[in-house]
């Protein structure tokens, strides 16, 4: 077999923020038709890789090689002009325009007196290559998250990008959303065009990748072909020991009933959900992607209203105008959109961690700097945070990171209930053993959680008991351990339950 001509070469890069070495001497080769996994924990340098290559970084040290010379890439512009085309983990385009605008965004046909005529038909011409559903005049806050992805794939390949990066594309997809991607990657494969994947789920690495290269605290550790290495492998790499990744599930008195809630209805996402939940309990909440378990929860929570429904906390009935009122009445919820709600960027993560509780550092009438410090330091370090310091700015750390920063800011308020919704979306394996020894801490100390999580495994080895939801409303309850037949403590009902239809077959 003879080796292809390489795409592009990362060689001997370094880049250092302000207390932090981010890359040091990292090289790599991308070659045609081929898919490469960039894999390791938070904070590793897979994003910062991603903003070198696409010029939104410059690199210390080191350069890159394409089309047989040194590049340098001074802005994204440059980078995109070389063929580079991202997805990035947090995607900037824009909402109020159209999709054919966001795909030509910068290069649209005409120049500058613009033909639209030509702009729509060539947008349609891509979007029918991807086999996408919608049209290029729908504007984008129409789309799904799923099919902003597909926009920005689209607006790769109206610039015939001979190198795609994707900087964890499916974590807010559902399964089937992600079968649609991993068919659109296959088809840019066959293109001959080279992909860069980063992703936190072996699963997706196993199936997608043809190569790997794994970064620990911002060197490479290792690189290979993904046919000839394991995931116990990967895992020792990335994180330097050994993880175990069973879910110990904590054996703890389930005490009196402490959230009831009612027939919660609103007028389109979910009807009549009915359920109680009971100090140190884990009620895990399934269902696939778009089931109206984010929506019931944000309801709970005072984001939206409910038509109809009741939430009574231990035998009172609350009247839960706005978050607040819930955060007053003991209840704390963890979002799963990190980007738009609960965290902020330009801010420390101490203020980020302390905002939601500020109340509890009051001393003397003053604000105690010490006692603010010593609840970020306690709880940033038991979920892990990486950051050079505790004031550094939220917008400064990595995707995953900022993400266990605002776990924290919710923990801080000393909930009677939290909810977590997809807690741990984007953290790498490490990091989600710690979440989730953390959840059976929260349970034990009398706290009632609520699961919402789209992984079965980790429904499965933290709760107590299973709701599982579909198409807006509660399709069945499971109790750990107990049951038969459809209504047994098993991957398969739980599955079954969740996607409508008669026991399935379980994708594990
Ligand atoms: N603009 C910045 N200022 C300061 N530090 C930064 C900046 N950007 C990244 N870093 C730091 O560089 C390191 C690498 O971050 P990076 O975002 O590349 O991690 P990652 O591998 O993508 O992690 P994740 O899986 O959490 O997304 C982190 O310690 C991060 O805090
Ligand atoms: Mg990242």
Redesign the pocket.
């Known amino acids: 077999m003879t080796t292809p001509q390489p795409v592009l070469s990362l060689s001997h890069v370094s ?1 250092s ?7 040091h001497d990292v090289s790599f080769t991308l070659y045609p038709g081929q898919v490469t996994a ?1 894999i ?12 070198i290559l696409t010029g939104i ?1 410059v690199p210390d040290e080191g350069e890159i090689v394409g089309a047989g010379k040194v590049q340098h890439f001074a802005s994204p512009r440059d980078s995109w002009a070389a063929g580079i085309a991202a997805i990035h ?1 947090e995607t900037v385009m824009f909402d109020e325009l159209s999709v054919a605008e966001n795909i030509f965004m910068g290069h649209m046909p005409g120049g500058r007196f613009i033909d639209w005529r030509e702009t729509k038909s060539r947008a349609r011409e891509l979007l029918s290559r991807i086999e996408a559903d919608f049209d290029a005049d729908a504007p984008l806050k129409t789309l799904s998250v799923a099919q902003k992805h597909m926009v920005e794939i689209t607006r790769a390949l109206s610039h015939d990008a001979s190198v795609i990066i994707m ?2 594309p499916t974590a807010a997809l559902s399964r089937h959303e992600i079968d649609e991607l991993f068919r659109i990657v296959a088809q840019l494969k066959a293109e001959g065009r080279s992909i860069i994947f ?1 992703s ?1 789920k072996f699963d997706e690495i196993f199936r997608l990748s043809d190569r790997w290269v794994c ?1 620990r605290d ?1 060197e490479k550790v290792g690189e290979g072909l993904t046919s000839d290495v394991t995931e116990p492998e990967l895992v020792r790499l990335m994180v330097g020991r050994p993880i175990d990744q069973v879910f110990p599930k904590r054996d703890i008195p389930i005490g009196r009933t402490v959230l009831e809630v009612k027939g919660l209805t609103n007028a389109t996402e979910f009807a009549d959900i009915s359920f109680s939940l009971r100090k140190g309990e884990i009620l895990g909440l399934y269902g696939l992607v778009g089931a109206g378990r984010s929506e019931a929860m944000q309801c709970v929570f005072g984001m939206s209203q409910p038509t109809r429904g009741s939430v009574a906390m231990e035998g009172v009935a609350l009247s839960i105008r706005e978050p607040i009122d819930a955060i007053h009445a003991g209840i704390s919820y963890v979002p799963e959109d990190r980007q738009d709600q609960g965290a902020f960027l330009p801010l420390g993560i101490r203020e980020n961690i302390t905002m939601a509780s500020l109340a509890g550092h009051v001393r003397n009438f003053l604000l105690s700097p010490l006692s603010e410090r010593m609840a970020t330091r306690a709880l940033g370090g038991r979920l892990s945070v ?3 310091h505790w004031e ?2 939220l ?9 266990k920063v605002v776990i924290a800011k919710w923990l801080a308020t000393k909930p009677k209930i939290i909810i977590l919704d997809e807690p741990t979306k ?3 394996v490490g990091s989600k053993a710690a979440v989730h020894d953390f959840i059976g801490e929260l349970a034990e100390e009398g706290l009632a959680v609520i699961l919402v999580s789209s992984e079965l495994p980790e429904i499965m080895g933290l709760s107590d008991r299973v709701i599982v939801m579909h198409e807006g409303r509660i399709a069945a309850q499971f109790e750990r351990g107990k049951g038969t037949g459809a209504a047994a403590w098993s991957a398969e009902a739980i599955v079954a339950a969740a996607t409508g239809g008669p026991m399935q077959e379980h994708a594990a």
Not at 17 to 23: H, K, M, N, Q, T
Not at 395 to 403: A, H, I, R, V
């Open positions: 880049k923020f302000p207390g932090v070495r981010a890359l960039l390791g924990e938070n904070g590793a340098g897979k994003s910062t890789i991603v903003k970084y983990q900087d964890e980063i936190h970064l911002g990486k950051a050079a550094q700015a917008g400064e750390l990595s995707g995953g990171n900022q993400q984007g953290i790498d």
